[in-house]
Nanobody, 122 residues
């Protein structure tokens, strides 16, 4: 089992920045791909970003490319999502997840956190 706890969400004005963190416990954190997803009210959960176990490979949704950066600190069992130039359409609950390969498909991730709310005001 892997337990994931997200933090760092909040209310920010458009153009601002937030850094989300996801702390993992349980199985060996460094062996897994870590992903971030988000879900806005009335919408399906969507892929945001993912990072390989070594940190050498990343993938981003087109909607966040150039604005968001995913990183990880295996020594701290933590993955981060730095979000810059935030837009109102980035408003959602953000979830981190653990998987075995970098993919945009949510059902390929085995473990999920409970999420953290990000609200971007215009």
């Amino acid at each position: 089992q892997v337990q994931l706890v997200e933090s760092g969400g909040g209310l920010v004005q458009a153009g601002g920045s937030l850094r989300l963190s996801c702390a993992a416990s349980g199985r060996t954190f460094s062996s897994y791909v870590m992903g971030w997803f988000r879900q806005a009210p009335g919408k399906e959960r969507e892929f945001v970003a993912a990072i390989s176990w070594s940190g050498s490979s990343t993938r981003y949704a087109d909607s966040v490319k150039g604005r968001f950066t995913i990183s990880r600190a295996n020594a701290k069992n933590t993955v981060y999502l730095q979000m810059n130039s935030l837009k109102p359409e980035d408003t959602a609950v953000y979830y981190c997840a653990v998987g075995s390969l970098i993919t945009v498909e949510a059902d390929r991730y085995a473990y999920w956190g409970r999420g953290t709310q990000v609200t971007v005001s215009s």
